[in-house]
Every structure is written in structure tokens, then in C-alpha cells.
């Protein structure tokens, strides 16, 4: 009798999984149709059975008037290679290659002028009897390894903060779940 009952109550659970399949599929396909939601990197949303609605991180592209044809770049991803790798790792991600080498460049100069600040030192003083030459050259590479690290975090709280567009001027796709 148990197993009569249970055969009978998966039966009636098969019958409800089936009849809400259908009728899902049933309205995702009168949504496509109505709306033209058949592009790709799109889904017709359940709050406007009318309205398609595209795929995470993609967006509308101004550029081609194509609907979620755009992929957006991660925020993450550039918080992550801007915070692990540095020297504009998180530019380059965006598309921004001119800030991107500017920042490279930059600090490839600074770790050279940090690594040769006590040579440079050693020489000034040895070259010259004075300490304010001395004194002014040690200013000079303090200033620049604190410009250095200023701009380090300045970009990590942009990114952070997702205040940085890609190269077509769309924001990058936040990590945060949307409202």
C-alpha cells in the first residue's frame, strides 16, 4: 500500500514539474516573439514578461544600436591586477594604454630611483662636501617613491569605488549584486 501511495504522489509531482515547464516555456516564447528578445546575450526577464532583458555584464552598445551586444570589463578584475600586479595592470585591462604606460613608466622609474637612492647618495657625498646637496637629492626620491604610492591608491580607491569607465566610456561591471 506504502509503495501504491508514493508512486502515486511522484506521479502527481511529475505532473506539476511538467505542466510548470510548459507553461514557462509556453511564455518565454510569446515573450521572444513580441518583444524580439531572440538576439543573442539575451532573456526575457520575469518581472516584464515583455521587456528582454541581457545577460550579466552585458549592456546596449551606443555604438552599433544592437541590443546586449556589449560585454562590459569587470571591476574586480581590474581592482585585482591593479592591486596584485600594480604599474597600470588594472589601465591596460580597461583599454586605457596611454595612462597605462605613463603609469609603467612611472614606476619603472621610481624602483629605479629607489633602488639607486643609496648609491646616489654614497656619490653625492662623496663627490661633493656638502650635506645640502645631499639632503635635497634625499627630498627629491622621498617625493617621488610618496608620488609614487599616492597614485597607487588613488587608482585603487577609483577602482574600488568603480569611478573608472573602459575605452568606449562604459563603466566597468560592478561586483556588487544589483539592486
Not at 591596460?92 to 614606476?107: I, Q
Not at 646637496?133 to 626620491?141: E, G, H, K
Request: aromatic share 18%; charged share 25%; with cysteine.
Amino acid at each position: 500500500m506504502t509503495s501504491t501511495y508514493s508512486l502515486e504522489l511522484v506521479s502527481e509531482i511529475n505532473k506539476t514539474e511538467y505542466k510548470t515547464t510548459l507553461r514557462n516555456l509556453v511564455e518565454e516564447f510569446s515573450c521572444k516573439n513580441e518583444s524580439y528578445c531572440n538576439m543573442e546575450h539575451t532573456f526575457c526577464s520575469d518581472e516584464e514578461k515583455e521587456k528582454c532583458s541581457c545577460y550579466k555584464a552585458y549592456i546596449y552598445n551606443n555604438d552599433t544600436d544592437k541590443q546586449c551586444d556589449y560585454k562590459q570589463k569587470k571591476q574586480l578584475t581590474a581592482f585585482l591586477l591593479e592591486l596584485f600586479v600594480g604599474f597600470g595592470a588594472g589601465h591596460f585591462y580597461r583599454g586605457k594604454y596611454l595612462v597605462a604606460s605613463l603609469k609603467l613608466v612611472a614606476f619603472i622609474f621610481g624602483i629605479y630611483i629607489i633602488c639607486l637612492f643609496p648609491l646616489t647618495a654614497k656619490c653625492v657625498s662623496d663627490c661633493c662636501d656638502s650635506d645640502c646637496l645631499v639632503i635635497l637629492v634625499s627630498i627629491f626620491f622621498y617625493l617621488c617613491a610618496c608620488g609614487l604610492a599616492f597614485w597607487f591608491i588613488f587608482d585603487l580607491v577609483n577602482f574600488g569605488k568603480n569611478n573608472y569607465k573602459d575605452k568606449n566610456g562604459y563603466k566597468l561591471y560592478s561586483w556588487k549584486k544589483p539592486k
